[in-house]
């Protein structure tokens, strides 16, 4: 690799797709230079292809040698607008292409890169004026199906939107749920994904089960992701943090994500206790509703301290209280569960990365499928209500 080439691969770059009204239909920040960029003209090439009506579509590729000026992609958000004012001295653009001249381009086999098919240019070949988006090469499309993907530092796991494909999703969510304090878990960001894909092509790996074993716990196939490359066509619906803390694992299996995730009485006891430690066993008992399906086994210990200094309403007696009442949950909390993943303070690299992808089906579907708009709206219109379920953000 020459120094050149290594330069443009430390670059910072994302890759943008937006409608006539600014909004953004597609989104990645990349560093694959060139290459990463020419693979979302062939996605959108793709949809686009032979398709009569060409839409107002505008692909720009900004670079940056900073990184760190991109935008993030957040998790289900359908809202993003280019903004100009992003283009400054440190964010360049280094191509600009429309969907005309793409399809263009890709009628007649040139390089829409390249600085001879600019806009500008193509305008004045004799044919342009007159072009139709019809008798181009075919396209080698895919059975592209929506699925969902749940990606870890493992790696990602493909499923269907099947039955089986939803309850083996479960059946994994619900392993990470129960192994959230395991020391071997190896997972500390979790993402979920809607994403377009072809199962077929996975046969081998899609809808992973995860099954108990005669011991009790579960297991998870010892090969089933499938290539990151998958989650380019698809946007994330939600990011947990799963260092093993107790407001981490509570935002992982809370019922209004939808995912019905059972918890064991032990990760309560456990759970309990850090909270006890963070925030006193005053808040643990005001949120017992949260917490408990039934009496906090510890408890009459924390009592007999609350008892004690019933009386004493000083700023030393709260602080005394909640000192001891500190030390016997961390006392317990090593003698009932000392072999348990410990919290790291550091942000991990995958949350520090960020989200790489974003995609608009809603949109993408409204310009170039509308067969596929109707057929998303039965399936949601089909999906049984199960607490506040994923979907998209209507507006």
Known sequence: MTMEQ??????????????????????????????????????????????????????????????????????????YLLDPSTVTEKLDIRHAVTLKDLLYCYKYDLDPLAE??????????????????????????????????????????????????????ERYMQHHADCFFDPDLGVETLRVYEVEADPDGFWDKVNPQVLPTAGGMMWVPEHPFVDAEVLRRGYCLKEYD????????????????????????????????????????????????????REFVFRSGFDNIERKYASDLSDEGRAAKREEQYNLAAYILDRKFPIRRRPSSE??????????????????????????????YQRRRDEPVRGAEFHLKRH
């Open 242 to 293: 799963m260092r093993a803390t107790a407001d981490n694992f509570w935002a992982f299996v809370d019922p209004q994500h939808g995912e019905n995730l059972y918890v064991s009485n032990g990760i309560r006891d456990l759970t309990g206790l850090q909270i006890i430690m963070q925030r006193g066993y005053g808040y643990l008992m005001q949120n017992a509703e949260r917490y408990w399906n």
């Open 6 to 79: 290594d330069q443009e691969q430390m670059q910072g770059a994302l890759y943008v797709a937006v409608d006539d009204g600014n909004k953004i239909i597609a989104m990645e920040r990349s560093r694959r230079g060139d290459e990463g960029f020419r693979a979302l003209l062939d996605e959108f090439t793709d949809y686009a292809a032979n398709c009569g009506a060409i839409p107002s579509v505008l692909f720009f590729d900004i670079r940056t040698t900073d990184a760190a000026l991109l935008p993030r992609i957040e998790a289900a958000e359908h809202n």
């Open 347 to 376: 942000i991990p690299p995958m949350q520090a990365e960020g989200i790489r992808t974003f995609r608009n089906f809603d949109a993408i579907n409204l310009l170039f499928r509308p067969d596929k708009l109707l057929e998303a």
């Open 116 to 169: 001879g098919n600019c806009g500008n240019m193509l305008s004045t070949k004799a044919d342009y004026r007159q072009f139709r988006n019809e008798g181009l090469p075919p396209v080698a499309r895919e059975d592209l199906r929506r699925c969902r993907a749940v990606e870890t530092e493992r790696g990602a796991v493909l499923f269907t939107q099947e039955p089986d494909g939803r309850e083996a999703c």
